[in-house]
């Protein structure tokens, strides 16, 4: 059975044993054109081994992997010409300068002469670099490093490129700056495969998501929908002055459930912002003050904690 041609990246059955451990257990991943996929997963879950098995990196055990509908061929020409890496790890040379760097990574992929020259210096304008580019890399900040490390990964103008949790360790103005590069490459047309262990990084940059555990997709889809998937509900906490009967808190809300614990009201129900005003007035007719009122919707950071038990970062 071959792939579709609907997705530049799709992962059948993936098994990738190491011993007696089973790092990937049937994963599936479909991955579409032109867009930033998030791939996220407690540590140990399976991420780092997906993103190997589809380099080509690490010989798979069971499965089917293909890139633009063929079977996976790492060895060729064109499977090196459309695939870039970013590391986690640092991929660059600390002696070099940044035009250096740059030149010697698109050499690899036989760049050369006028169109290498024009291609670095595209880059390092691109990156906010340019200014820099004479300097040696070991005299720039976390983030200008950081930003190098994507250039270098796409010097070769590749079509498809793996990010692993390219803002790691760098301040919030430099991971600014890596959203918006990002977000400007998957408007150009790059599809790029993502991973991260920030929440907020996920759910602004990120289209679709998949999520992966004991080395298989347990969820998959846009936030809105794994938000969906899960059912969770909107969380509306009062802070109220006055006494409730157990009758008073049945009249509040139809469709949810309401706690009060210690003057705060605590309400979970679906579409909580539509229903706040008519909530708040059930409870001043029963003679209560509202001292405060807030909402908390559920986002990507519910989803994760309610479908692996773990925090994003354990």
Do not use: W
């Amino acid at each position: 059975m071959g792939a579709s041609t609907e997705y530049r990246i799709e992962a059948k059955n993936v098994v990738k044993r190491f011993g007696d451990i089973t790092a990937l257990n049937g994963a599936e991943l479909r991955i579409p054109a032109n867009c930033v996929f998030g791939l996220l997963g407690p540590n140990g879950a399976g991420k780092s081994t997906l993103i190997l098995a589809i380099l080509g990196l690490h010989q798979i055990d069971g499965g089917e992997i293909f890139i633009d509908s063929e079977p996976l061929n790492p060895a060729s020409y064109e499977f090196k010409r459309k695939i870039g890496i970013v590391p986690q790890e640092l991929a660059i040379y600390e002696n070099l300068s940044g035009i250096a760097n740059l030149k010697f990574f698109g050499s690899l992929f036989g760049l050369k002469g006028s169109d290498l020259d024009s291609r670095a210096n595209e880059l390092l304008e691109f990156t906010g670099l340019h200014d820099r580019r004479n300097d040696r890399a070991k005299t720039y900040s976390g983030g200008m490093k950081r930003r190098l490390n994507l250039a270098a990964g796409i010097i070769h103008k590749p079509e498809i490129v793996m990010m692993d949790e390219p803002t790691v360790g760098i301040d919030p103005q430099s991971r600014n700056l890596i959203y918006d590069l990002v977000e400007n490459l998957a408007n150009d047309g790059m599809t790029i495969l993502y991973t991260t262990h920030y929440m907020d990084e996920a759910e602004r940059l990120c289209k679709h998501i998949a999520i992966i555990d004991q080395g298989r997709i347990i969820a998959k889809g846009t936030v809105d929908e794994l938000i969906d998937i899960i059912g969770e509900k909107d969380v509306i906490e009062l802070e109220i002055q006055g006494a409730l009967s157990d009758g008073d808190l049945k009249q509040i809300v139809d469709d949810g459930t309401v706690e009060f614990i210690d003057g705060r009201l605590i309400i979970q129900t679906a579409n909580g912002g539509a229903k706040l005003q008519k909530i708040m007035n059930s409870i001043t007719s029963k003679n209560c003050d509202i001292t405060s009122a807030t909402i908390r919707k559920p986002n990507l950071e519910t989803v994760f904690l309610h479908l692996t038990g773990k925090e994003l970062r354990d």
